[in-house]
């Protein structure tokens, strides 16, 4: 299993194994602009998007929040090597939205239900059906009752009938539509969220939502199974947010039990009254069942959809995918849940497993994951029930064919090693292959370097006695390299004068050089974290527009412990620490 390190609680986290070989694993993460996960581990340690997807052992991998114009992409993320590539990005607004849908190919030796369930027949690009499709110069709509293109379209369409508001609605890249071999639609989204709060803007949320599950709910009419993962921008019960239950306490609404497990029935009245303190978390609790157990009717006709995730976990407390990161609201864990799963019955009772992964950071969100048991009852008789064919309707609108990468190579893919494929690796266990010899031909640059210009890095040249332990494990920075998304490792190589006229630092020690240069007047608050910057803003004080540090944690009023522990004891067994603020306070002006 892949390990790193949880900062939260010092403890080893996982990237657990997949349920089984037969088990397909979905993968959902809003990534909050693509470019900027390369600052994050262990983002910046797989040089690219196939590394972070194999990484993660998955099948089906949704990003949400590109932030990516057509012009950023490349062949790096519209063909990774050994996975489907299907992005949607916004038609006008530039740097926003868009999502991005990457299937796995599966290997020639792999159970026969993992070839069905990774073939994708027919990918769609929005939820209403009215955008054009590429190359039929007519919608998804009319091109269903077109011979020529009906075997692309998905169908099951929602009752919208205004051509002009569909295509508005599904003009900002917020979803990609795919069936899967086996008879499962995936649709993934990215939903409206309204941040600020306009009527417009709540009017184009509601109608989004409506519009998702409906057409849910007529591929479920058609024979489909189908799975909504993304970033649903609701979230469904009181105990997915913090917020709110922070809230409840502070008004006296809400009542704090003996034992955690007794919260939602000591709130009852509270809990059922959330659940449609909003049309939105109306809508969405409208169309998926009851798991609180608190619901007199459970099973109602318009009842359609699991919380997948919830219902595996049971009642979970602070199961938290979002966080105010402008608040430092992370290390607290004072977030909410509004990144789902939501399966119709037959495909949700496959699934084996299914949780939040907090420890990968990258973005102010976390990812998700599902895994579903292909050899359970329901799936294998939804894909017997299906029409399977190796043939792939697909390819006018795999991201390289769209946006017209075709087959180039991204320029990251020159600073790779070579990788031996599958069939090769067979083949050399079985026969003995004549090895062929290449000599490579070192490139040297004609033009004179400068004495007058040094480079920058040769300010954080290392001295010649310093010494690196692992060379394959430290990566370099180098004046030469590329800008890809990704960092990319330097290859294994001996000492020569060439390699030494370059100045080279490794990433470890740039690291600790720039903490050095911009972190050393940081003092340490009592928990020996960082402090936070902050200004006096009070008018009434003597001294506003003064700079101060302070601990960057919340104070314990802002948020809630369910626990008995009400703080933090030292390490030498002193007097509890509080474990949301401890005072520190130090003037940085005077």
């Known amino acids: 299993m892949t390990e790193i390190e949880n900062e939260n609680d010092n403890e080893p986290a996982e990237i657990p194994e997949k349920y089984s070989e037969t088990s397909l694993r979905l993968v959902s993460y809003n990534v909050n602009g693509i470019k900027t996960l390369k600052n994050y581990s262990p983002w910046n340690e797989r040089p690219g998007y196939d590394d972070a997807f194999r990484y993660m052992k998955a099948d089906v991998v949704t ?27 916004p038609q006008s607004k530039k740097g926003y939205s868009g999502v991005g849908v990457f299937v796995r190919k599966p290997c020639s030796n792999e159970p026969d239900i993992i070839k069905q369930a990774l073939t994708v027949r027919r990918a769609e690009e ?44 599904d003009s900002e890249g917020r979803c990609i539509v795919l069936e899967l071999g086996i008879g499962l639609v995936v649709i993934s989204v990215y939903c409206p969220a309204n941040s600020m709060c306009t009527v417009e803007g709540e009017d184009f949320r509601l109608l989004f939502l409506q519009c998702l599950f409906e057409r849910a709910e007529n591929l479920l009419r058609k024979g489909k199974q189908v799975v909504i993962m993304g970033d649903i921008n609701v979230s469904p019960n009181l105990i997915d947010s913090d917020e709110y239950i922070s809230d409840g306490f502070e008004k006296g609404t809400l009542i704090k039990p003996n034992e955690v497990s007794e919260f939602e029935a000591a709130n009852r009245e ?23 157990g608190l619901e007199e009717e459970n099973r109602g006709h318009d009842k359609i959809l699991h919380d997948v995730t919830r219902e595996l976990q049971g009642r979970r407390m602070k199961m938290y995918t979002v966080w105010n990161t402008l608040k430092n609201n992370r290390p607290q864990n004072i977030g909410s849940r509004i990144d789902l ?37 329901a799936v294998k008789e939804l894909a017997e029930s299906s029409k399977y064919g ?33 069939v090769e690796e067979e083949e050399e266990g079985h026969h003995t292959k004549k090895e062929k010899t290449t000599e490579h031909t070192i490139y040297v640059s004609r033009k004179r370097g400068s004495k007058e210009q040094s480079s920058l890095f040769g300010f954080f040249s290392v001295g010649k006695t310093a010494r690196v332990e692992s060379v394959t494990e430290v990566r370099t920075l180098d004046a030469t390299s590329s800008s890809s998304l990704f960092v990319t490792e330097d290859e294994d190589g001996s000492d020569s004068e060439a390699a030494e006229s370059h100045k080279k630092i490794s990433v470890q020690e740039f690291r600790k050089l720039l903490q050095t240069a911009s972190c050393s007047t940081i003092p340490l608050c009592r928990h020996h974290e960082r402090c936070a910057f902050r200004t006096v803003k009070s008018s009434n004080s003597g001294n506003v527009g003064k700079k101060f540090w302070c601990c960057a944690r919340r104070t314990k009023s802002e948020t809630w412990d369910l626990s008995k522990d009400d703080g933090l004891r030292k390490a030498d067994g002193g007097e509890a620490l509080d474990e949301y603020n401890c005072g520190y306070f130090k003037w940085a002006t005077k």
């Open 270 to 292: 509270e809990v059922l009254k959330y659940k449609t303190c909003t049309e939105s978390k109306g809508l969405l609790n409208g169309f998926t069942f009851d798991n609180t």
């Open 341 to 377: 799963f939501l399966a119709t019955s037959g495909i949700a009772s496959s699934a084996k497993g299914s949780d939040i992964w907090p420890f990968l950071y990258g973005s102010d969100h976390c990812p998700i994951y599902c895994d579903f048991d292909l050899e359970s009852k």
């Open 126 to 169: 929005g939820i209403t059906g009215f955008l054009h499709m590429r190359g039929a110069r007519q919608s998804y709509r009319d091109c269903l009752s077109d011979d020529k293109y009906r075997e692309r379209c998905i169908g099951g369409y929602p009752s919208l009938d205004d051509p002009v508001q569909g295509r508005h609605l």
């Open 390 to 422: 190796t043939r792939c309707n697909c390819k006018h609108l795999d991201a390289k064919n769209y946006y017209c990468v075709g087959n180039s190579r991204s320029i990251d893919s020159f600073f790779r090693k070579p990788e031996k494929h599958a």
């Open 63 to 89: 990003f949400q929040e590109l932030k990516l114009q057509r012009s950023d992409i490349d062949a790096s993320i519209a063909n990774p090597s050994g996975y489907l590539s299907f992005i949607t990005v």
